[in-house]
């Protein structure tokens, strides 16, 4: 999965918006969910400081989370939280792609399928009658998937939640009209920054950092646990080759190796394959899915737990 597409060719971004101070329209900005907790749009309204020079410079049009205002389009920017995970899902992306000149997914659910995409390894009919009863009044897809695998990506935010740092670099570059700078790099190195002690090697926590895109802050490692992948596999990450020396460790059977890629991106390749190889959905099945109960739940409750941690901390707004 590209860590981010190239800006497609719908011109610049502020054409319909209203004129702000100098008299220049400002981009009108779109926020909008498919399925999902809503943890990336909290990250949004947790920019606090940043909101009131947000609004100087861009025309929030749609935003359930924070306003009761609606818009159906056009949209110059137009974020998406969530999987398509529904027929009326798959229907109303396609209308929203038509009403946006830049589409940027936001999140885990809609950059990889999200914790939902576990379900793509099981049968949806039996899951829909052990969850509610009566199941046919619910209509849902049998998977869950991205929403590029449905229309046309120009920017993707990765994470759950998303890291409000690389949401400020991407709203920024839109507006100089710039590409952003978004580092395709392991979690591992930002340890190395920040002079984290291994957990892998210090104490033999498994750690997907080697394989998964930084952008958290090492939130995890910092913590004294092991990276659950939530940014995904970065650009030719190897993960069946980590999968390999996990095995050969000897403390992990091959469905345990494959639960350990079975969280939030477990339907991003290179992690759905060592998934499916390793038959790591038969314990999340169990537990309801592997790394997601260890990681400490949803994506809106982790919003909240990032932005108190980086309060308490002092983590300036580059990350540091």
């Known amino acids: ?35 999902s907790c809503d943890g990336c749009q909290l990250t949004i309204l947790d920019l606090e400081d940043h909101l009131l020079e947000l609004s100087e410079h ?19 920017v137009l974020f998406v ?27 885990a659910c809609a950059t990889s399928g999200g914790i939902q995409a576990l379900r793509n390894w099981a049968d949806h009919d039996a899951y829909r ?20 695998e449905h229309v046309s990506v120009d920017f993707e935010l990765r994470g759950c939640p998303i890291s409000p740092e690389q949401l400020i670099e991407l709203l920024t570059a839109l507006v100089t009209g710039r590409r952003p700078q978004l580092r395709d790099e392991a979690v591992c190195m930002e340890c190395k920054r920040r002079g984290i002690v291994c957990v892998m090697s210090a104490q033999g926590i ?42 050969a460790s000897g403390e992990r059977s091959a ?24 038959g790591g959905t038969r314990g999340a099945r169990r537990s309801g899915g592997g790394g997601f109960i260890a ?15 980086r309060r308490m901390e002092g983590i300036d707004d580059d990350g540091r």
């Not at 498994?206 to 992948?229: E, F, S, W």
């Not at 190796?257 to 390793?278: K, M, N, W």
């Open 129 to 148: 009658a052990a969850v509610y009863p009566t199941p046919e009044y619910v209509e849902s897809l049998a998977r869950s998937t991205p929403i590029s």
């Open 1 to 35: 999965m590209a860590a981010m597409a190239q800006k497609a060719d719908r011109g610049r971004p502020g054409e319909h918006g209203h004129a702000a101070r100098g008299g220049t329209p400002r981009p009108r900005v779109g926020v909008v969910k498919l399925a």
């Open 255 to 278: 469905e345990e190796v494959g639960q350990l890629f079975a969280g939030f991106t477990a339907y991003a390749e290179p992690f759905r394959s060592a998934i499916t190889d390793l």
């Open 295 to 309: 990681a400490g739940g949803t994506g809106a409750g982790r919003a909240s737990y990032l932005a108190g941690t």
């Open 206 to 247: 498994a750690c997907l950092g080697q394989v998964t895109q930084t952008g958290c802050g090492a939130i995890c490692p910092r913590m004294g646990r092991g990276c659950y992948g939530c940014f995904g596999p970065r650009e030719q990450a190897n993960a069946a080759g980590l999968a390999r020396w996990f095995q």
């Open 58 to 76: 861009f025309e929030i049009v749609d935003f359930p989370e924070a306003s009761s205002a609606r818009s159906n389009g056009p949209y110059d």
């Open 81 to 107: 939280e969530g999987s398509v995970s529904t027929p009326d899902h798959l229907r109303r992306i396609g209308e929203l792609r038509k009403q946006a000149r830049v589409l940027v997914t936001i999140g």
